[in-house]
């Protein structure tokens, strides 16, 4: 029998997303996908601090969605991960395994016996003799933590990826495109933006911006003088109930410098890389998480920018069932569910 695909487990800093496909004849269907809001606090700034708390909302969203396989892949980003782009000199895979580890530390700001490194090549023969290779690094003490509250929930951690890759997978199955064109996808959550540009059909950069969309609610809570929880009502309520009274035109104000703000930054990451890159042009940018449905981002986005931006949305190829799912509810839920999607579609074997 064919193996199994991991569940997708994805623990952000405001909600915890589970997504779980098969790969059938009729292509990837979709068998499970639900969300779970975290209290806040229970993660802040990448960092675990409630872990029993995190390990019964996982365990909820297992029992209320009935999924019986045991198997999760999670993912790290922010400053626990390191990817970067080295040049070395033309080598074979078994070569390169070899010398990786040694290589890796001059590159890595961290003691190498600190962290877990793995690598892809990118170009084999970039010219001059020389290879292109993306270096993944990731610390070992924030790997195990998060295997370790997995594990707690009963579950068997089986592979452990990188926010920045599992949008890649999900934006791969959902969006085929020639791969002469070079795409930006971004990610834009509570606590972190993840971009990574495609280019040649291959991550050619990547960027974790450790700020998103808690930074709008943190702004909502000062001016108002709310607590957290309702600053972060405000921000999501729809606006007819809020248009009475004038305070959706502020909290819209406030949403639109944030979304400046935010901009400002991801547009930083995106000139770095067209500073240094060859196929700098970036033809789309392909948008997604929770905060990029804040007032101003997308509109804000395309006009900084000068690019088209579309919806990553992981469903768009995705065999879905209407007689198991709400569709209109599954679509609505779209935009926060591309690195859970992403995640679903490795096998426990993969890399
Ligand atoms: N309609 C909306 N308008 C504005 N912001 C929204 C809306 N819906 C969700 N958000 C914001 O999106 C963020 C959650 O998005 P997402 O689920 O992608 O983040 P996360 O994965 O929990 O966080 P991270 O990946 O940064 O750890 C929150 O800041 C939330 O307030
Ligand atoms: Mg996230």
């Not at 790997?143 to 579950?155: G, Q």
């Not at 969006?175 to 070079?182: I, R």
Request: net charge negative; proline share 4%.
């Amino acid at each position: 029998m064919a193996v199994k695909n991991a569940v997708g487990l994805d623990i952000g800093t405001s909600s915890i997303k589970v997504a779980h496909v098969q790969e059938t004849k009729k292509g990837v269907q979709l068998m499970a996908f639900d969300t779970i809001m975290l209290p806040p606090d229970t993660i802040r700034d990448g960092q675990i601090l409630n872990a029993p708390q995190l390990v019964q909302r996982i365990q909820e969203l297992f029992t209320l969605n009935k999924i019986k396989h045991r198997q999760v892949a999670v993912s790290l980003s922010g400053h626990s991960v390191i990817i970067k782009k080295i040049s070395l000199p033309e080598m074979t895979l078994a070569e390169l395994e070899d010398s990786i580890q040694w290589e890796a530390e001059q590159y890595i700001p961290f003691d190498i016996k600190d962290v877990n490194v793995d690598f892809q090549i990118i170009d084999p023969h970039a010219g001059q003799a020389q290879m292109d290779v993306l270096l993944v690094a990731a610390k070992k003490a924030v790997i195990e933590e998060m295997c370790e509250v997995v594990r707690a929930a009963r579950l068997e951690p089986v592979l452990v990826d990188v926010d920045a890759f599992a949008l890649y997978n999900a934006f791969e199955l959902n969006f085929p495109l020639p791969s002469d064109q070079t795409v930006a996808l971004i990610n834009v959550g509570a606590s972190t933006i993840n971009i990574n540009v495609v280019s040649g059909g291959m991550t050619s950069f990547t960027r974790d911006i450790t700020v998103g969309g808690n930074l709008l609610t943190e702004e909502i809570s000062k001016q108002f003088a709310v607590p957290w929880e309702e600053a972060e009502h405000m921000k999501t309520t729809s606006e007819t109930t809020l248009s009475m009274s004038g305070v959706l035109r502020e909290v819209q104000r406030i949403s639109g410098r944030v979304s400046e703000v935010l901009i400002a930054e991801i547009q930083r990451s995106l000139d770095f890389f067209a500073a240094t890159a060859i196929n700098a042009d970036i033809s789309a940018v392909y948008l997604c998480g929770g905060a990029a449905l804040q007032s101003g981002l997308i509109e804000g986005m395309e006009r900084r920018l000068g690019t088209h931006v579309r919806a990553l949305n992981p469903f768009n190829n995705v065999v879905i069932d209407p007689k198991k799912f709400d569709t209109a509810l599954l679509q609505r839920m779209a935009p926060i569910a591309a690195v859970a999607m992403g995640l679903a579609l490795r096998k426990p074997d993969d890399r």
